[in-house]
């Protein structure tokens, strides 16, 4: 990682995890689990998928012991997904209301 990014990509790379770790265990909390279930409908768990998505990283990091990895878009495409998860639980607690379905 160091001969590929050097220093400060390393300090990026790592505090994009801690990012991600916060994010992802603010969505197991009470308040947005209740108003991401009240809003789908019990429909979807948000607490499985935020377990889903950390799994996933846990896999990916692993997986980049063996293979080289460093230029993959998985990395990039989980943080995403975790950030977006992450804003829109926060909306629907500052702005509770159901999913429209399609």
Do not use: C
């Not at 505090?15 to 916060?22: C, Q, R």
Request: aromatic residues 14%; positive net charge; hydrophobic residues 55%.
């Amino acid at each position: 990682m160091l001969s590929e990014f050097g220093l400060v990509g390393t300090i990026a790379f790592v505090l994009l995890l801690v990012d991600f770790w916060k994010r992802n265990a603010e969505l197991r909390s009470a308040g947005l689990v209740i108003a991401w279930w009240s809003a789908t409908q019990h429909r979807f768990d948000l607490h499985m998928l935020s377990l889903a998505l950390e799994a996933a990283m846990v896999g990916f990091l692993v997986s980049g012991i063996f293979y080289n990895q460093l230029y993959s878009h998985w990395f990039y495409s989980i943080l995403t997904l975790n950030a977006l998860l992450h804003l829109n639980a926060k909306r629907l607690v500052s702005h509770p209301r159901p999913l429209q379905s399609r």
